[in-house]
């Protein structure tokens, strides 16, 4: 396959999350608040789709500048893209680079699918176990009901806390 010269401009400091399956740049900068998160601190955000890579036909990537997303808070794309990669870059240079690791729990960033939860009617964050991570599978900490694939559905971070 041709490799088409195309890339998304470098960042001198803040992180790369690099091979994301094609088409779920969007859902992940959703689920990080990247869009609050610029909003909030005027950081520049490249989103970028269908990039051409020799080891998966196509991926997605995103550049963020800013170094205060954390490990953990990073982890939650492992959700959604279970083989990407995190790069931190300060001043031009590379300074860290791992794999995402799927998270034990998740925080407020997933519904409950089950319509009569307290998370569904009141003011109550949401917070889910990890129980199976292949499939992916979560446990509402409240209604303790048990979910996978097409039921988890991701909410939109508003905020970086
Ligand atoms: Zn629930």
């Known amino acids: 396959m041709n490799q088409r010269p195309i890339t998304i401009a470098k960042i001198e400091t803040g992180i790369v999350i690099d091979h994301i399956p094609a088409?779920?740049?969007?859902?992940?900068s959703q689920?990080?608040?990247?869009?609050?998160?610029?909003?909030d601190t005027g950081d520049i955000i490249a989103i970028g789709i269908n990039f051409e890579s020799?080891?998966?036909?196509?991926?997605?990537?995103?550049?963020?500048?800013?170094l205060g997303l954390t490990r953990e808070v990073l982890n939650?794309?492992?959700?959604?893209?279970?083989?990407?990669?995190?790069?931190?870059i300060a001043s031009g240079r590379v300074i860290e680079k791992h794999?995402?690791?799927?998270?034990?729990?998740?925080?407020?960033?997933?519904?409950?699918?089950d319509a009569f939860c307290v998370t569904n009617h009141e003011?109550?964050?949401?917070?889910?176990?990890?129980?199976?991570?292949e499939p992916l599978?979560?446990?509402?900490?409240y209604c303790e009901i048990e979910f996978f694939g097409p039921?988890?559905?991701?909410?939109?971070?508003?905020?970086?806390a």
């Open 54 to 66: 020799p080891s998966m036909t196509k991926k997605d990537i995103i550049k963020v500048e800013n």
């Open 123 to 133: 003011e109550v964050p949401g917070k889910f176990l990890v129980v199976e991570k």
């Open 137 to 141: 599978t979560l446990k509402c900490h």
């Open 23 to 28: 088409g779920k740049a969007y859902l992940i």
């Open 151 to 160: 039921l988890i559905k991701y909410k939109e971070k508003l905020s970086k």
């Open 31 to 39: 689920v990080l608040g990247l869009n609050a998160l610029a909003r």
């Open 76 to 88: 939650v794309v492992a959700l959604i893209a279970p083989m990407a990669t995190v790069t931190r």
């Open 99 to 113: 794999k995402v690791e799927v998270p034990t729990q998740v925080g407020d960033v997933v519904l409950c699918p």
